[in-house]
């Protein structure tokens, strides 16, 4: 069965520290992808990256990046030099091309951060 | 802007009085779905559609139903809500590939009592 386990329930760190978030998966599948969603304080879902399962580069996107290792089934996130705008429930995702037609993703509980002045 | 449309953001009802939550995305998306969000369970999927009189349960479908006449929009229906009920919603939209990310509206915030 897929699965993804978000570890940390609650981050708090100071402002400019780094902080990094874990998320691990299960499938029996070898094409997935894996995603993270940012919910702020406000509620909404808002989509921050997407990866397949053939690329293992890292990503980096301004004080974001993110770590995929196949081999340890792991797509981590690392905020760096947090601040206080970054407070919000994060969460990891995953998504089976082989569901048939039902697109949903499977989601980790989510980890949240707080960021404090 | 690309974006979908959930409509009330906040709603505070009895049991038993049918209600319809509004979903509307602008982005000619075939897939839709709608997730809730309990604190503890994380997300889980209610319903989706894959395009126009073409929907389907998710994983907690008991007591939802839901329609998809036009492209665009895809209420959710409760037609007898119950304090199990009470729950954040979200809709979702996306391409309908794997590989691509859905848009989620800005939640419903439903309190039966």
């Known amino acids: 069965a897929q699965k993804v386990t978000q570890a940390q329930t609650e981050i708090s760190v100071v402002e400019k520290e780094d902080v990094t978030l874990d998320c691990v998966y299960e499938t029996r599948d070898t094409t997935y992808y894996l995603f993270w969603y940012k919910q702020p304080p406000s509620g909404e879902l808002v989509f921050l990256i997407r990866?397949?399962?053939?690329d293992e580069q890292n990503e980096i996107s301004g004080r974001y990046s993110w770590n995929f290792q196949k081999s340890t089934s792991s797509f981590n996130f690392t905020i760096t030099a947090s601040q206080v705008v970054d407070s919000a429930v994060y969460f990891c995702a995953l998504s089976d091309p082989n569901a048939g037609n039902n697109r949903k993703l499977i989601w980790g509980l989510g980890t949240s951060l707080a960021v404090n002045p | 802007e690309a974006q979908v449309t959930q409509n009330p953001r906040y709603l505070i009802t009895v049991t038993g009085k049918k209600l319809t939550v509004t979903c509307s995305q602008n982005?000619?998306?075939?897939?839709m779905s709608w997730y809730r969000q309990d604190p503890g369970l994380g997300l889980r999927q209610i319903y989706y559609s894959m395009n126009v009189e073409v929907t389907d349960k998710g994983d907690v479908p008991e007591g939802y139903k839901v329609s998809r006449k036009e492209k665009r929009n895809f209420p959710l229906i409760l037609e007898s809500p119950s304090p199990n009920q009470t729950s954040l919603y979200f809709c979702?939209?996306?391409?309908?590939?794997?590989?691509?990310?859905?848009?989620f509206g800005q939640g419903t915030r439903l309190t039966v009592v």
């Open positions: 982005m000619n998306h075939e897939y």
């Open positions: 990866r397949n399962s053939f």
């Open positions: 979702a939209s996306s391409l309908g590939q794997a590989n691509t990310e859905a848009f």
